[in-house]
């Protein structure tokens, strides 16, 4: 056993007390995080919690971490630390997503963690402050430099759709030029308006599931879940389904994305978009591709977010949202000459490279400090300690 390192009670280190209820309708626009089991569900005028905000999740997302550098109002389906007994925040943070605690919810219907059966969990830490707070600053620089990345992207997602609009939408580039009236209402004379169909192959393999691999392969299966989110890429983190490479090979009747073929959802969330890059993968349920013919997939990229209300109000789900393809090919596109339509692309590119290198940085950071994680709580790995 290493010197300073000792297994104690996680009720030694903190204590947990159960969120508050709020309804809904109390959620009022203000400066306070309402924070549930999975993460900020709304605003509030009053606090219950001073920062720093700890909380991990009760019900719902259970034992799911959160830390928040503000005061916060800590929802009931979390339990939040009310005394940190002069531990650092930060480690405690970490040290809670080493536990697993959701493996100790009840075994009711709803599963539900309580603090009584928490505190006792017995664990091999330290509570030496200093070492405490290097094991911290390790660790958050990953998860600095990863937040940074994101805001960074978040900026080049609205740099290229700001462009998008300039163009596409206000035409101010183009306010020299001659107009004329069309189904979009007035375009710069010269363009056209043509539909989806036109312009793209798709890359269809809905209709049944694939014979999915027992565990993890280098054959991801892309469903909406990894669509989600603002980023243009796609989030291998989320793909939970996968099959091996005989059945990537040979079931797949559309074959597979190309790089920069846009990913679309079908059923649940729809409309989700994102672009194909960097990686092998399947779509199967709930996904198609769209190729584009000519190439212009960033510009078909930024059209289709740009009606994704348009597309989502194809809804024809009676038990879930669900749209056809045969719908969406017929929507009206505005299709500027092809060099204009280029031009944008060669744009939008170096924007698109500079999110996807991002991205690959943060995959990188994050699985270093997935690898970390557990031999700097565990005292394997030592971290040296400032003078």
Same mark, same amino acid.
């Given at each position: 056993?290493?010197?300073?390192?000792?297994?104690?009670?996680?009720?030694?280190?903190?204590?947990?007390?159960?969120?508050?209820?709020?309804?809904?309708?109390?959620?009022?626009?203000?400066?306070?995080?309402?924070?549930?089991?999975?993460?900020?569900?709304?605003?509030?005028?009053?606090?219950?919690?001073?920062?720093?905000?700890?909380?991990?999740?009760?019900?719902?997302?259970?034992?799911?971490?959160?830390?928040?550098?503000?005061?916060?109002?800590?929802?009931?389906?979390?339990?939040?630390?009310?005394?940190?007994?002069?531990?650092?925040?930060?480690?405690?943070?970490?040290?809670?997503?080493?536990?697993?605690?959701?493996?100790?919810?009840?075994?009711?219907?709803?599963?539900?963690?309580?603090?009584?059966?928490?505190?006792?969990?017995?664990?091999?830490?330290?509570?030496?402050?200093?070492?405490?707070?290097?094991?911290?600053?390790?660790?958050?620089?990953?998860?600095?430099?990863?937040?940074?990345?994101?805001?960074?992207?978040?900026?080049?997602?609205?740099?290229?759709?700001?462009?998008?609009?300039?163009?596409?939408?206000?035409?101010?580039?183009?306010?020299?030029?001659?107009?004329?009236?069309?189904?979009?209402?007035?375009?710069?004379?010269?363009?056209? !308006?043509?539909? &989806?169909?036109?312009?793209? /192959? +798709?890359? %269809?393999?809905?209709?049944? *599931?694939?014979?999915?691999?027992?565990?993890?392969?280098?054959?991801?299966?892309?469903? !909406?879940?990894? &669509?989600?989110?603002?980023? /243009? +890429?796609? %989030?291998?983190?989320?793909? *939970?389904?996968?099959?091996?490479?005989?059945?990537?090979?040979?079931?797949?009747?559309?074959?597979?994305?190309?790089?920069?073929?846009?990913?679309?959802?079908?059923?649940?969330?729809?409309?989700?978009?994102?672009?194909?890059?960097?990686?092998?993968?399947?779509?199967?349920?709930?996904?198609?591709?769209?190729?584009?013919?000519?190439?212009?997939?960033?510009?078909?990229?930024?059209?289709?977010?740009?009606?994704?209300?348009?597309?989502?109000?194809?809804?024809?789900?009676?038990?879930?949202?669900?749209?056809?393809?045969?719908?969406?090919?017929?929507?009206?596109?505005?299709?500027?000459?092809?060099?204009?339509?280029?031009?944008?692309?060669?744009?939008?590119?170096?924007?698109?490279?500079?999110?996807?290198?991002?991205?690959?940085?943060?995959?990188?950071?994050?699985?270093?400090?997935?690898?970390?994680?557990?031999?700097?709580?565990?005292?394997?790995?030592?971290?040296?300690?400032?003078?």
């Amino acid at each position: 056993m290493r010197s300073g390192w000792e297994k104690i009670t996680l009720g030694e280190l903190l204590n947990f007390r159960r969120g508050h209820d709020l309804p809904k309708t109390d959620m009022k626009k203000g400066s306070i995080p309402v924070v549930g089991s999975n993460g900020v569900i709304g605003y509030h005028d009053i606090s219950t919690t001073p920062a720093p905000c700890l909380t991990i999740g009760r019900s719902g997302n259970v034992g799911n971490p959160l830390l928040l550098d503000q005061d916060c109002w800590a929802h009931n389906t979390t339990l939040y630390v009310d005394d940190f007994k002069d531990n650092d925040p930060i480690f405690l943070f970490y040290l809670l997503k080493t536990l697993n605690l959701a493996n100790m919810s009840g075994g009711s219907a709803v599963p539900t963690l309580n603090r009584n059966h928490i505190h006792p969990l017995l664990i091999y830490t330290t509570k030496k402050y200093k070492v405490q707070r290097a094991i911290a600053a390790t660790l958050s620089c990953l998860d600095d430099k990863i937040e940074l990345n994101n805001k960074i992207n978040a900026n080049l997602e609205a740099q290229a759709q700001a462009i998008f609009k300039s163009w596409f939408v206000d035409f101010e580039p183009f306010q020299d030029g001659e107009f004329a009236d069309s189904e979009l209402g007035m375009i710069p004379k010269g363009w056209r !308006v043509g539909k &989806l169909g036109e312009i793209i /192959r +798709i890359i %269809d393999n809905r209709g049944k *599931t694939p014979p999915l691999a027992n565990g993890p392969t280098e054959f991801p299966i892309i469903d !909406v879940k990894a &669509l989600a989110g603002n980023n /243009r +890429i796609v %989030d291998y983190n989320n793909c *939970t389904k996968f099959v091996d490479e005989i059945t990537y090979s040979n079931w797949f009747r559309s074959g597979h994305p190309n790089p920069y073929d846009i990913l679309l959802s079908t059923v649940g969330s729809l409309a989700e978009i994102k672009l194909f890059l960097g990686a092998v993968g399947c779509v199967a349920q709930n996904v198609v591709a769209f190729r584009s013919i000519p190439n212009i997939s960033l510009y078909l990229y930024e059209y289709l977010r740009y009606i994704k209300k348009d597309l989502i109000s194809y809804d024809i789900g009676s038990v879930q949202p669900s749209i056809k393809v045969t719908h969406i090919i017929k929507h009206p596109i505005l299709l500027p000459p092809d060099d204009i339509m280029r031009s944008f692309d060669d744009v939008s590119h170096s924007i698109t490279s500079q999110i996807y290198n991002n991205c690959l940085q943060s995959r990188t950071l994050a699985a270093l400090r997935d690898a970390l994680l557990p031999k700097l709580m565990s005292g394997e790995i030592e971290v040296p300690l400032a003078e």
